[in-house]
């Protein structure tokens, strides 16, 4: 069958599952199984061969089920659907979002290197390049949304490190502000700095857009990482990660999860199977509430500014530009600064009703969180206000509810802010 004439929400019920294998079972099965049985001992040979890559793999011969650390049919499907979304060759899936970047980056760095990376950053990317990736005498580097290329080239020969480029690392739209980072002007730079026997990979977390509104690999880069316990499990329920690329690259990272033994189990590659299934129309439904909310938002007198992709056309024509290149949507995930600091943030997050105060994000119920005090609280102060991300800003993760209802709740909670101010004024005047 020819599978290319369907979009990818037509596939994520039936792609690389044939029921013939399993009894006629019309969904996979949760193969909770550690090892395979062969056919025969010829058979266990050649599929190790190939999987240990003693040899390649001869036309048409299809490597086996070996080992569930090596390969099982849940993660193997879970591949296959994830590749449709953004157009990839191959995926490797892991046990979390953390454990999918760090193989990545240990498979493509090695000591002496540079790595150079865009902030703001994941808290737990940023600890792994700072803390671990130097114990390794990797070299690290950081650049921020905005810095044009020359900027960032000036301080790469500056720092007489620009022959050891191995990786450029970016996430965007950066979290916890939708900061967008030119991934054309990051792959060009890797070219100009790859030579013929060393390629510096192009990395991009797509995490915070999710699957459906951003392909970078569509933009040139070589590499695209997700943690899957966002959109992509999207109910909360679970966490795993992936990492999507040419099937060169991507099999040298599943060679490395073979051997650290991170890859995900049968149980959350199953249930991440079952949410694909979904994850177009929940991810429409969020886009579609996120951008209500961000209306009803944009008029309140408490909210001073919003941060939403939707909202760059008019805010900021150099993002909108970028957003233009490379974003197909708004996405769910929105900040805005109230009126007011910390005090009048945590009053606002404590009478919450319906959204939930945690961090994470992309599921089906909405959160709320501050990242100053929260998610981004590793980061110096300094470096902090200069990413905006300040004590009178709140993120929120848009889920699946009724618009109604979450603007309702939003509206009660800036109400108690907004009495709390009442009481202050009060007492400044007496
Ligand atoms: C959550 C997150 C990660 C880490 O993923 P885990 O599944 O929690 O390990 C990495 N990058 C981004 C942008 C994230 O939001």
Known sequence: ????????????????????????????????????????????????????????????????LIYSRINNPDMEI??????????????AVFESGMSAISTTMLEFLKPGDLLLYSNPIYGGTHHFIHHVLTKFGIHI????????????????????????????????PANPTNDLIDIEMCVALARKYSVADKN?????????????????????????????????????????????????????????????????????????????????????????????????????????????????????????????????????????????????AFTFLNNLKLIKLAVSLGGTESLAEHPATMTHVDIPDEERAHYNITSKLIRLSIGVENPQDLIWDIDQALEKVAQLDHIYNKEVAF
């Open 78 to 91: 879970l591949e296959d659907r994830l590749t449709l979304w953004d157009g990839a060759e191959a995926c």
């Open 200 to 344: 510096v990979i192009v990395s991009v977390d797509n995490t915070y857009i999710g699957p459906i509104w951003q392909h970078p690999l569509k933009n040139g880069a070589d590499l695209v990482l997700y943690s899957a316990t966002k959109y992509i499990g999207g109910h909360s329920d679970v966490i795993a990660g992936a990492v999507l690329g040419n099937k060169e690259l991507i099999g040298r990272v599943k060679v490395l999860r073979t051997f650290l033994g991170n890859m995900i189990s049968p149980y959350t590659g199953w249930l991440l199977l079952r949410s694909l299934e979904t994850l177009k129309v929940r991810m429409d439904k969020q886009a579609e509430n996120a951008q209500k909310v961000v209306d009803w938002l944009k008029q309140h007198p408490l909210v001073e500014k919003v941060y939403y992709l939707g909202c760059l056309e008019h805010s900021n024509p150099s993002q909108h530009a970028i957003y233009r290149k490379q974003c197909l949507g708004n996405g769910a995930m929105l900040s805005f600064d109230i009126t007011g600091g910390e005090k009048e």
């Open 1 to 64: 069958m020819d599978y290319s004439r369907f979009s990818p929400e037509s596939l994520m019920m039936s792609y690389g599952y044939n029921p013939h294998l399993s009894e006629g079972a019309i969904k996979c099965p949760i193969f909770q199984t550690s090892t395979f049985v062969f056919h025969s001992a010829e058979e266990g040979k050649a599929f190790f061969e190939v999987a240990y890559g003693h040899r390649k793999k001869k036309k048409h011969e299809k490597i086996g």
């Open 141 to 172: 580097m950081g650049f921020r949304a905005g810095e044009t290329m020359d900027e960032i080239e000036m301080r790469l020969k500056g720092s007489g490190l620009s022959d050891k480029l191995g990786m450029v690392y970016l996430e965007t």
